[in-house]
């Protein structure tokens, strides 16, 4: 059975970081492509960023581009996304999901196959 669990969101001010951690068991590491996706209120969920299966590739949404970084750290089959600068703008619940299909790192949630429950990142002005 497979689980993604979010971790590490919180109340942040703007200008400040937070480092979000998603945690993969069920999949074997290096056979799923990881997204990130986030969801304010009233809004649509939308693309975040992406990490290839090998750890190399990777992609983000134009909001984000220069602010934040998607990781992985293989041993323990944690996906991280490190946001800096963030901005009041960035508040929202942030859901990590996996692709076992491996249909690319683009923008589209229905190429995901399992997502987490989210973590909710507030950002104050």
């Not at 970081?17 to 799923?32: D, F, K, M, N, Q």
């Not at 939308?46 to 041993?75: C, H, M, P, Q």
Request: charged share 15%; with cysteine; net charge positive.
């Amino acid at each position: 059975q497979v689980h993604v669990v979010e971790s590490g969101g919180g109340l942040v001010q703007a200008g400040g970081s937070l480092r979000l951690s998603c945690a993969v068991s069920g999949l074997t590491i290096r056979t799923y492509n990881t997204g990130w996706f986030r969801q304010a209120p009233g809004k649509e969920r939308e693309f975040v960023s992406a990490l290839s299966w090998s750890g190399t590739g990777t992609n983000y949404a134009d909001s984000v581009k220069g602010r934040f970084s998607i990781s992985r750290d293989n041993a323990k089959n944690t996906v991280y996304l490190q946001m800096t600068s963030l901005k009041p703008e960035d508040t929202a619940v942030y859901y990590c999901a996996a692709n076992i299909r491996l249909w690319g790192l683009g923008p589209d949630a229905g190429k995901y196959d399992y997502w987490g429950q989210g973590t909710q990142v507030t950002v104050s002005s």
